[in-house]
């Protein structure tokens, strides 16, 4: 394609946003609506996930063993767990060691002169946190294991929030999406009704389908872009003020890095590009027939 | 250059604007489409250049069978046809030169040949001084005129015309007629649908009659008569 015909291609794009500039205005607003919504979401989601994987690594499942177990027994078992797929780390704690870490926790000897009444127990870390109710379900069914104990409902609970942001902040998303197509692909249909004068006089020349949709579509990418980079810059900023609010205050959640986000940005720009790109393409297909 | 074979189109509605029509022309002529309103001639003009297409009947533009192409080739045909209408079609926002320089900007043709082309063919239809007025300051004729030369701009193999002079005054269309002359004569082949009797008649060239869709007549240096 020559250098010229491109030049001419932007420059009829800029002459109709120019022309429509009500519409195009409006277009950009919805993208950016849209994105905006999407980009909340999906920051609070990954940084609700941030958040869980301090917490998670917390959770850990405790197996308390029968009494009565013999140290042969107790091996084997450390053995067998160790051979359960997830487990990353399992940790035998003696009746003693029990003991000692309570003491340490209640700064006092309360049980002096009572016979130890902690089990013997093994403390296990799975690999992922998801497959915490998994591995506990596994672990109870071997003889020998009197009780487990892990976190339970905390993190079922914790990710069902994660999955419900999510999807609400899908649906929400999709629903802008579908209206800022529609509001492009009207926008960019008051263009082709400006130019159907030019339209049916190129086609008579000897234009191309594509040398026609051109400018529509460059109009189109070029209202998804706006209004994506005015959505990146506004999630951007508020971010960033998030993110030093919350270190500022509450010391103990840490947030995703800013940097984080730019990772998003350029996937952002190019969800903004194809909403006016599919928007115009939609209005091209149905009022110019080409 | 031009070949219909058996030719017939029936609208939509049913109306059948012409029917079964086979004629030839070869590059180089000038040939006038003539006949009462509603004969056919517009229908026979667009199916030239794929406006339409003929409910039955084959048509060859230069040995290629047009009824059969794809439509991304459709351009590629009507690059090679200059195209004139009755009410000009200009754009009313750009100049004279930017009109006729469109017509080659969309066939993405190269600056330097647009900055070469566009005052020569201003100057063949004798509109040079006015390359920077817009459509709107300009006469009827001189409208015609640089509609005429945004067909040629492209040098095509053939100008077809749907009544160039429906519009314009005797003399106006006179000029407008001599300058179709002028574009023949230097080897571009000219099919002009026209209702102007006397203008057709002096002009002394092929005439294709046409009436309710049949080919009543077709005379080399013939007359436009409607005595049947
Ligand atoms: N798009 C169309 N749909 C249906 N019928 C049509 C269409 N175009 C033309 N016709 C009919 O076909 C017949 C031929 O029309 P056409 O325009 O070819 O005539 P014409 O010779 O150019 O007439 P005029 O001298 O008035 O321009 C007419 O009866 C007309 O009503
Ligand atoms: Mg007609």
Redesign the interface.
Known sequence: ??L??IK?FFKESFTSLVRNRWMSLASIGAVASALIILGSFLLLSVNFDHILKDVESQVEITAYLEDSLEQERISQLKKDFAAISGIKEVEFISKEMALEEFKEQVGEDLLEGIENPLPNSFRIKVNDPHEVALVAEKIEKFSGVDEVKYGKGIVEKLFNIIYWVRMIGLAIMVVFAAVSIFIISNTIRLTVFARR??I??????????W?VRWPFLIEGMVLGLIGSSLAVAILGIAYKYLYVTVKLNIPMISLLPIEQFYNYAFGFLGIGMFIGAFGSSFSIKKFLNV | MIEMYGVTKIYPGGQVALKDISLKILKGEFVFIVGPSGAGKSTLIKLLFREELPTRGQIFFGGKNITRLRPREIPYLRRRIGIVFQDFRLLPEKTVYENIAFAMEVVEAPGRDIRKRVPYVLERVGLAHKAKAKPSELSGGEQQRVALARALVNNPDVLVADEPTGNLDPDTSRDIMNLLDDINKRGTTLVVASHARELVDSMKKRVIQLEKGSLVRDEERGVYSNET
């Open positions: 394609m020559r010229r015909t001419y004068r030019e049916n006089i190129m086609k008579y020349i000897g234009a191309t389908d040398f």
